[in-house]
């Protein structure tokens, strides 16, 4: 048979553990109701940089300048031009003639003098 003496001791535990915590909560929202105002913060003196020592440095030494080498291209062979071929002429096309089309058919208006309903209502609405 299971044994359950573990859950029941939760609840009694849980109730006391709340009622607790409510109490703290009321005195620490009339400690910050009282005193509002936050403690100073002493300032701090300002550490002093000691002035860095000047640094020497001894010259550079004097890289002579080469000159730039010029490079050899080898020399392209010379190729004999190539005569161009000869295409023959292109035949003409034949274009056959196209049948006439029919008229198109009128399509259909609408008479002008027919009556728009008007929007807005056929009463006055305003008052003089």
Do not use: C, W, Y
Not at 25 to 37: G, Q
Not at 93 to 117: N, R, S, V, Y
């Amino acid at each position: 048979m299971a044994h359950l003496d573990g859950p029941s001791i939760l609840l009694p535990l849980l109730v006391i553990t709340i009622s607790l915590m409510s109490g703290k909560e009321v005195v620490a929202s009339r400690h910050l109701l009282e005193e509002p105002t936050l403690p100073k913060v002493p300032e701090l003196p300002k550490p002093e940089l000691l002035p860095l020592p000047k640094v020497e440095l001894p010259p550079l030494p004097h890289n002579p300048t080469l000159p730039e080498p010029k490079p050899q291209l080898p020399t392209v062979p010379q190729v004999p031009a190539l005569e161009k071929p000869e295409l023959p002429p292109l035949p003409k096309l034949e274009t056959p003639k196209l049948p006439e089309l029919p008229p198109l058919p009128a399509f259909p208006t609408l008479p002008k003098d027919i009556p728009f309903p008007s929007l807005s209502p056929p009463h006055s609405t305003t008052t003089p």
